[in-house]
Structures are given as structure tokens and as C-alpha cells.
Nanobody, 128 residues
Framework: QVQLVESGGGLVQAGGSLRLSCVAS????????MGWFRQAPGKEREFVAA????????YYADSVKGRFTTSRDNTKSTVYLQMNSLKPEDTAVYSC?????????????????????WGKGTLVTVSS
């Protein structure tokens, strides 16, 4: 059974940094794309970043490009989201999710309705 467990959320001041982790278990994820999504209070969930497990190809939402970086450590089955220069509008519950992208090497923006499995999320609060 696939399990995704996020960690690393917390309270940080604007301009600060946090690193989120998502540990994946339950199967081999070589053909999977991992997505990071966030949902702010009262808003719809939105795509943040994605990475391919096999090639490390990445894709970012415009709102986080240049500030956030996603990476993976295949030996630990862990994907990271390094968040720098945080803004109050980055406050949200951040979740990781996976989707089987068999045969692809380049990732693209992901939609939440196409993901196969989800973690429960971790809260990031950025104070002004």
C-alpha cells in the first residue's frame, strides 16, 4: 500500500526558509511523478512543483519559480521542497502526491485530479 508522509512544516517569518520532506513507501516509484500542492484557507488546492523520480526533471508554478526547489533522494525514497524567500501568501497546507507517469522522462504541471496517491499534508505558516 502506498504511503506518503510529509514533514517539515511550521511557522516562519517572511523572507525565511523551510524544507519539506515527503517519504514515499509501498512500491517502486521509478516511473512516477511526484507533485507538491498547497491549499490556503478558503482557496482551492493549487499545483506548486513536480519532479520525476527517474530523471529528476522538474517543473514549477510561476508563483514559486526562483524561490522553491524540489529534489529527490532515491536511496531514501524521499522528495524535498526547499522553500526560500517565503511570503505570507505562501501560507497553506502543503501536500505531496504521486502519479504513474510510465514512459515519460520530462515532467509538466500536474493537476490534483490526476494524482494517484496523496499524503495528509503539513502546515506552513508565514508571518509578516
Amino acid at each position: 500500500q502506498v504511503q506518503l508522509v510529509e514533514s517539515g512544516g511550521g511557522l516562519v517569518q517572511a523572507g525565511g526558509s523551510l524544507r519539506l520532506s515527503c517519504v514515499a513507501s509501498g512500491r517502486t516509484f521509478n516511473n512516477y511523478a511526484m507533485g507538491w500542492f498547497r491549499q490556503a484557507p478558503g482557496k482551492e488546492r493549487e499545483f506548486v512543483a513536480a519532479i520525476m523520480w527517474n530523471t529528476g526533471s522538474t517543473y514549477y508554478a510561476d508563483s514559486v519559480k526562483g524561490r522553491f526547489t524540489t529534489s529527490r533522494d532515491n536511496t531514501k525514497s524521499t522528495v524535498y521542497l526547499q522553500m526560500n524567500s517565503l511570503k505570507p501568501e505562501d501560507t497553506a497546507v502543503y501536500s505531496c502526491a504521486v502519479r504513474n507517469f510510465g514512459g515519460r522522462s520530462v515532467v509538466r504541471a500536474l493537476s490534483d485530479n490526476e494524482m494517484d496517491f496523496w499524503g495528509k499534508g503539513t502546515l506552513v505558516t508565514v508571518s509578516s
